[in-house]
């Protein structure tokens, strides 16, 4: 519950908001400065069996080339929209990972406005879903919540498919 009256909450729309509680039992991540740029173990066990991932990154992850190119190369259904500075990185930075992730037949690329009140990370994978926020502040502070409840998952994807329908394919 703290989690969520830290949080810029305009990132969720009213309806997906009014049943936050939907999520469940769900787990808190803070990881510490040694582990701040690494994703939690949870979504690393969970990316190596999923059939499936939606992602969305408000922020340049600097696992995403990486991880989406391993997805695409194991046959992985993906869904991934990132926002117009993330994406021009990684098509600037990162050109031969963005051209195996956009030539792929296993999944969508969409880009969204950078100026749209936007999570700062939301992935779905078969199991699992992970959730962050930006602080009250408009901050990323690290914090993520992860949940394998399958109503937590419905919630992430109904979330998910509102980023999508803002986005350009």
Same mark, same amino acid.
Not at 42 to 48: H, I, M, P, T
Not at 129 to 145: A, I
């Given at each position: 519950? =703290?989690?969520?009256?830290?949080?810029? *909450?305009?990132? !969720?729309?009213?309806?997906? $908001?009014?049943?936050?509680?939907?999520?469940?039992?769900?787990?808190? !991540? /803070?990881?510490?400065?040694?582990?701040?740029? /690494?994703?939690? #173990? &949870?979504?690393? /066990?969970?990316?190596?069996?999923?059939?499936?991932?939606?992602?969305?990154?408000?922020?340049?992850?600097?696992?995403?080339?990486?991880?989406?190119? #391993?997805?695409?190369?194991?046959?992985?259904?993906?869904?991934?929209? *990132?926002? &117009?500075?993330? +994406?021009?990185?990684?098509?600037? /930075?990162? @050109?031969?990972?963005? =051209?195996?992730? @956009?030539?792929?037949?296993?999944?969508? $690329?969409?880009?969204?406005?950078? #100026?749209? !009140?936007?999570?700062?990370?939301?992935? !779905?994978?078969?199991?699992?879903?992970?959730?962050? *926020?930006? #602080?009250? &502040?408009?901050? +990323?502070?690290?914090?993520?919540?992860?949940? +394998?409840?399958?109503? %937590?998952?419905?919630?992430?994807?109904?979330?998910? &498919?509102?980023?999508?329908?803002? %986005?350009?394919?």
């Amino acid at each position: 519950k =703290h989690y969520w009256e830290t949080r810029d *909450l305009r990132a !969720i729309p009213s309806n997906l $908001l009014d049943r936050f509680e939907e999520i469940g039992h769900s787990r808190l !991540i /803070e990881p510490d400065l040694s582990h701040l740029f /690494e994703p939690p #173990n &949870e979504l690393v /066990e969970s990316l190596k069996s999923t059939q499936y991932v939606m992602t969305f990154y408000s922020f340049f992850c600097p696992e995403l080339p990486t991880t989406f190119t #391993n997805l695409v190369k194991r046959g992985v259904s993906f869904e991934l929209i *990132l926002t &117009e500075s993330v +994406f021009e990185r990684l098509k600037d /930075e990162f @050109s031969e990972e963005y =051209h195996i992730i @956009s030539g792929s037949d296993n999944g969508c $690329l969409y880009i969204c406005d950078d #100026n749209i !009140i936007k999570p700062s990370t939301l992935v !779905i994978t078969d199991d699992m879903m992970l959730v962050s *926020l930006f #602080n009250e &502040e408009g901050v +990323f502070d690290h914090k993520k919540l992860i949940s +394998f409840d399958s109503c %937590a998952l419905q919630w992430a994807k109904e979330l998910f &498919e509102y980023y999508k329908n803002k %986005a350009e394919k």
